[in-house]
């Protein structure tokens, strides 16, 4: 018996694969194997020796198999250690290519805004970019020769012959939508309006078309002091900072009766901009009490009702935050610059996951 | 807007420095640009005197000077010829920076000496062109800061010059006296009087005035004048160049200098006519059109219909209010000058003034208007100031028209006042304001002064108090929510939906552009525009003359500049308006894609590929179904004529053409400068329908225990057959059963042709059977099959492939 086992168990250790083991396995456990022909001469032994010895060769059956999978397993796996090593890549090659979408920074910010006046109660309103001289103008308290028509430098819409209506104009800033909002849903109201604006302007820090945001709060008693909150809280959010400073300077807007100019304290150190700290003062918006006139053109009684408005560059708001240099490239679409200044499809500001990353 | 400060103080008493003068400016709503200050270049800069001066051993024309200075005996060689011993002279010491020279001095050597500074010339200062030698002070004392020296003894070469913005709302801040006024208001000194004493006329003026009926409801309400005999008309004094200069201006001749020193330094503009040139009286009235007048700017004008001129027997003479003729003005030798003080009606100016484009001080002060009361008082002092400088005698004053009645009240309410601005400003703080700055007050109605035209209601009342009072100290106070509790959503779908486009095509790989709403006429053309509806009148420049009638030729342009950088794998897109016409409300906001060149660069693995129809067609139909569109959809071939023939299809819903998608035309490419070809689509966003209620449960999911069962069928079609006709024709063969089809292949081209004939193709599809109830058999599923194989017969006309 202890031949048998060395026999086998040393065969099987010997054997250099699949096949040869197979024999080794046919030898001694198949049907006319050396093993199994021992067990089939258990029957005519006395009981008392058959049981040593059944026992024994069941043992030795079990051994041989134990010992016979092991090596398979061990065979299979040195062949697959074996094919593995040959399956060598090269990691270092790039990953398969897949385009990168970008979103342009004036989409990005005027979403940013949105998600900041939207925290304080402040709805999305729209409004027509080709506009009647009405809404435009005579409706902010602009009339016709009113001086201020002429510093808009506004692009007018060609008219037919026979056509006396005045010339529709491309809106030249987004107050406007003001107009159009009260006159839709009356007051209380709170609504910001960004979009395209238009001015004949075309040079180092101008574009014929820009983009501005408007912002709109009539309520029975809002102030100018209200105003002056909601714009810092507005530039504190916006820019990302502990705190800000705003200085409100007297200014004069025809829709806006008091105005006032709007600066926040500000850096320039290396060609760096910092908010809320250093010694500039840097102009960002205009801003206002609602004209009366203005109130009454859309239909809101001036008595009951009273409260501010705004408007500031959506583009300039890009431009400070991100340190983007030029105006004109916003609208020159270089992939170059898309790409550089652009944001991932992902990067959805919110107040609760912060605006930028 | 711009003046001296020491033009200020001829109205307003007051110490405050020009800092303070400058910060309360523009907190007061006259934004200061700009301060020029002559002294900071010269502050530097000490008095000296020369103790010793003697012949420079190596130079005949150089003197070595021993000069006395702050800090104490210093050799200097000078090559001025008056450098000599007593003089007090301006010394620049080492290190200071010289501006007439562009110079930084040291401690230089000159032919072996040593020379520790220098005297300066006028020049060498910039105080004038004299350079003839050093400077000599009549006076001083050694040490003395000569910016000093100069405040004491030469004010207008130290006087600040202040440049401020003027708002349309300030015409009465356009001259000097009413920027005093409003810092008199703000507590920065104390406005100073102006008396007007008449000067009684001594003659009969030999020029009348009249002004035409037409003209005198409304044009020009009040014409005064008079004629000033026997003046000599030479350059005018020195102070007053001197003003004139500090702001810009070119002295002229004492005449048009004083009309000058009156326009800035009281907003009245005046004119001075030569009476030898003036034939009979003035007429003001309408042009009849097509006169001509050459103006002082030496252009000649021609006039339209009843544009307001002044004339005289011969013919026009002044465009009214806006510039004076040139044949009429006055020069050296006018003797006798009829000075003219007019009201015009602003509307009437700036009309004439746009119309002939000429902009000049008086039309920028008229239009924005003048203080109509001080027409006369204006004339006198301007009388007077001819007689002071020029002499000669006036006659009595003639005139036409009346002072206009601006006399109104509103109504000051102190709460309202304080509710709107939210600042508490004390009733008295508020009324005191308000008179400081010349308005009228009877119990608490508040009548503005004439030179306000710009007060119209009450609203302006408190801005004066506000601007008065300071917005500066206006501090924020918190604004309540409109409503407690978390803030409901504030974008509409639609805002949303452009929203979801633009970050769905940002996800698929393209880069967002912002391009102009306006392409030139000949690309609009291109694109189903460039109408006469969609032109501007005035458009910047001729690439931007019409509104886009859709996304793709901006995008087009762009494509065109980047592959000019030498990018030719392209993935642009754009949201936003498109104009179908002129009248508001015509534009639509859309969602474009441009795919051009490979879909990938160049890599190991063979990726790339040129981009084409079915990439514009999956891009386009995420984005629809990121804003909602049905599944379900018609896809036609009616693509508009920018769009490949054979390569561009429309998704829609019936007749709502939600979008086009497809290859570009070749032809639209070329003409574009686009080097193609270029595969794209256009979405109308608000055409997708919008759900009708909206809720946000989900239909329940059914899902069957039951293996589904997949069979692939080949057809044999002709090859203009479409894939979606076989698609549904296979999936109307049983609707409960047929889960999904798909098509897996196409085989089609020359070899297809060669093995089932020619104009065919093959299309394989797969079909999943999902049972529901029980385990489909054998025979079930061969009855599916022949009923797809039938119905796809009958609509295609194929047959299953062999």
Known sequence: MDDLRNNYLTAIAGAGDEAALEEIRVAALGKKGEISLKMRELGQMDPATRQAAGAALNRLKDEIDAALRAKKSALADAALDARLKGEWLDVTLPGRPRRQGTIHPVSQVTEEVTAIFADMGFAVAEGPQIEDDWHNFDALNIPPEHPARQEHDTFFMARAEGDDRPPHVLRTHTSPVQIRAMAAQGAPIRVIAPGRVYRMDMDQTHTPMFHQVEGLAIDRDISMANLKWVLEEFCRSFFEVDSVELRFRASHFPFTEPSAEVDIRCSWEGGQLKIGEGDKWMEILGSGMVHPKVLSAAGVDPNEWQGFAFGMGIDRLAMLKYGIPDLRAFFESDLRWLRHYGFAALDMPTVAGGLSR | ?802
């Open chain 2, 1 to 802: 807007m711009k003046f001296t400060l020491s033009w200020l103080k001829d109205h307003l008493e007051t110490d405050a420095s020009v800092e303070a003068i400058a910060e309360a400016l523009t907190d007061l709503g006259l934004e200061v640009e700009e301060i020029v200050n002559p002294a900071a270049k010269l502050a530097t800069f000490t008095l000296a005197k020369v103790l010793h001066a003697e012949q420079h051993p190596d130079a005949d024309r150089l003197r070595v000077c021993r000069v006395l200075t702050d800090e104490g005996e210093k050799q200097i060689v000078c090559g001025a010829p008056n450098a000599r011993e007593g003089i007090t002279v301006v010394l620049c010491k080492p290190g200071d920076y010289v501006p007439g020279i562009d110079v930084t001095l040291g401690v230089g050597k000159i032919r072996g000496v040593e020379s520790h500074g220098m005297m300066a010339s006028e020049r060498e200062l910039e105080l004038s062109d004299e350079h003839n030698g050093i400077i000599e002070l009549p006076s001083g004392d050694v040490g003395q800061k000569f910016v000093d020296w100069l405040a004491a003894n030469r004010p207008g070469a130290v006087d600040p010059m202040i440049h401020i913005k003027i708002t349309p709302n300030r015409p009465d801040a356009l001259g000097v006296r009413g920027i005093a006024r409003d810092l008199a208001a703000r507590g920065l000194g104390t406005l100073k009087p102006l008396p007007v004493e008449p000067v009684a006329g001594a003659f009969d003026s030999p020029v009348g005035v009249v002004i035409d009926d037409a003209l005198k409801a409304r044009g020009c309400p009040l014409f005064a004048g008079r004629t000033i005999r026997g003046v000599r008309n030479g350059p005018s004094p020195a102070w007053l160049q001197a003003r004139l200069k500090a702001i810009g201006l070119r002295p002229i001749s004492a005449l048009v200098d004083i009309t000058n020193f009156f326009t800035f330094g009281l907003n009245r503009p005046l004119h001075v006519f030569d009476v030898a040139k003036v034939k009979g009286d003035l007429r003001i009235h309408p042009a009849k059109g097509g006169e001509e007048l050459l103006a002082l700017d030496g252009r000649t004008y021609t006039l339209r219909e009843g544009m307001m001129v002044i004339s005289d027997d011969q013919g026009p003479e002044s465009l009214a209010g806006i510039m004076g003729g040139e044949l009429s003005g006055c020069t050296e030798d006018t003797v006798d000058v009829f000075l003219e003080s007019a009201y015009w009606d602003p509307i009437t100016i700036a009309a004439t003034g746009r119309a002939l484009r000429i902009n000049s001080d008086a039309r920028y002060r008229f239009e924005r208007g003048v203080d109509p009361e001080f027409t006369l008082p204006g004339l006198e002092l301007a009388t007077r100031m001819v007689l002071d400088i020029c002499g000669g005698e006036a006659s009595q004053v003639v005139m036409d028209g009346a002072v206009p009645d601006t006399a109104r009240a509103y109504r000051l309410d102190p709460a309202r006042v304080i509710s709107l601005v939210g600042m508490d400003i004390p009733e008295a703080t508020q009324r005191a304001t308000l008179e400081a700055l010349g308005f009228t007050l009877k119990g608490d109605m508040a009548t503005p002064p004439s030179w306000r035209p710009d007060i119209l209601g009450e609203a302006d009342l408190i801005e004066e108090v506000a601007r008065i009072a300071s917005l500066t100290k206006l501090e924020g106070k918190p604004m309540r929510r409109a409503r407690p509790g978390v803030p409901k959503p504030i974008l509409t779908p639609m805002q949303v939906r452009e929203k979801a486009a633009r970050r769905t095509l940002a996800a698929l790989g393209y880069n967002e552009c912002v391009t102009y709403s306006f392409i030139d006429g000949p690309s609009a053309a291109l694109f189903g525009g460039g109408s006469e509806t969609t032109r501007l009148e005035n458009p910047i420049s001729s690439e931007m003359t019409h509104m886009r009638p859709d996304l793709l030729p901006g995008l087009l342009q762009a494509a065109a500049r980047n592959q000019a950088r030498g990018f030719m794998d392209l993935a642009l897109f754009e949201v936003g308006p498109a104009f179908a016409g002129g009248e508001p409300g015509e534009q639509e906001i859309q969602a474009a894609g441009l795919l051009i060149g490979a879909s990938a660069p160049r890599d190991p693995y063979g990726s790339r590929r040129p981009v084409d129809l079915y990439d514009a067609k999956a891009d386009a139909e995420a984005v629809l179904a990121a804003l909602g569109a049905p599944v379900k959809v018609q896809i036609t071939r009616k693509a508009a004529g920018w769009w490949h023939p054979g390569r561009s299809g429309v998704i829609g819903l019936g007749p709502n053409a939600l979008c086009t998608f497809g290859e570009l035309h070749p032809r639209i490419l070329r003409q574009m400068d686009v080097k193609g070809p270029a595969v794209a689509f256009t979405i109308h966003v608000a055409r997708v329908p919008f759900p009708k209620a909206k809720t946000a449960t989900r239909a329940a999911l059914a899902i069957s225990d039951l293996q589904a069962v997949e069979r692939d069928f080949a057809f044999v079609v002709d090859s203009k057959v479409e894939a979606l006709t076989l698609v549904n024709a296979a999936q109307g063969a049983d609707k409960a059963l047929i889960e999904e089809v798909r098509v897996f292949d196409q085989f089609a081209g020359d070899k297809a042709e060669a093995q089932m004939g020619a104009g065919k193709k093959s299309l394989a599809i797969t079909v999943r059977l999902q049972p529901r109830d029980r385990t489909l058999t054998d025979e079930e599923i061969e009855a599916v099959s022949a009923k797809i194989v039938e119905k796809v017969a009958k609509a295609t006309g194929g047959s299953l492939r062999g």
